[in-house]
């Protein structure tokens, strides 16, 4: 995989602008969507937060930045994609995760919160936990700071931070540290396959298997 040649101080404005649309999202969620259109929230929500995302890689593919998202992509990548998200489920969610929730059972409510609201809305919340959040934090930490740090600072100094901003993503405890070491494989799994694609996979393959059996829950 060829180094992505752009300067650190290019890789964080481009994630400024990221979390910059995160906070507009949310606040357009919380401000406007949910107190003037309440039962189409979930939906406007998911619009938004999808043409916000589209009108970023828009300006960042117009801007020159040498993201390949389909670079690097093999059958082999596909199959060991597969595996970490079978790893994640098992080491994760039927691991550590449960020992988390009991060190912090205020962090755990809140989790369990959220899922409350996925199961009110599961299609909505399919599209955005299954496609749209693994892309976003996908493209991200793994395509833009991961691929824009790796060359200037180092793989396993970039390889850090793109796993420590994917754990802060996630906002919950819980969620963070069980993040944490998902950021750090998938950080591997892009430095050994090369392909933005194959991590989209494992990522996406991995949240809806959790999401399938929390919906059984």
Not at 40 to 50: D, M, P
Not at 83 to 110: E, I, M, N, T, V
Request: some cysteine.
């Amino acid at each position: 995989m060829d180094s992505v040649n752009v300067k650190p101080g290019g890789v964080f404005l481009w994630a400024g602008g990221y979390f910059g649309i995160l906070l507009l999202c949310a606040f357009l969620d919380v401000a406007v969507w949910r107190k003037l259109f309440p039962g189409q929230a979930h939906i406007l929500s998911l619009a938004t937060e999808t043409v916000s995302f589209l009108g970023f890689v828009l300006l960042l593919g117009r801007s020159g930045f040498p993201l390949r998202p389909l670079e690097g992509f093999s059958l082999w990548g596909a199959a060991l994609a597969l595996f970490c998200a079978g790893f994640f489920f098992l080491a994760l969610d039927k691991g550590l995760d449960p020992l988390l929730d009991r060190l912090f059972p205020q962090s755990s409510q809140g989790y369990e919160e959220s899922l409350s609201g996925l199961r009110a809305h599961p299609v909505t919340g399919m599209l955005r936990v299954c496609l749209l959040a693994p892309a976003m934090e996908e493209l991200l930490t793994r395509g833009i700071l991961l691929g824009g740090l790796r060359e200037a600072w180092g793989w396993p100094l970039a390889l850090a931070v793109s796993a420590g901003v994917f754990a802060l993503l996630h906002f919950n405890l819980v969620q963070t540290l069980s993040a944490l070491v998902c950021g750090l494989v998938l950080g591997l799994l892009y430095l050994c396959t090369g392909s933005l694609l194959c991590c989209f996979l494992a990522h996406a393959a991995y949240n809806l298997i959790s999401m399938f059996f929390c919906m059984g829950a």
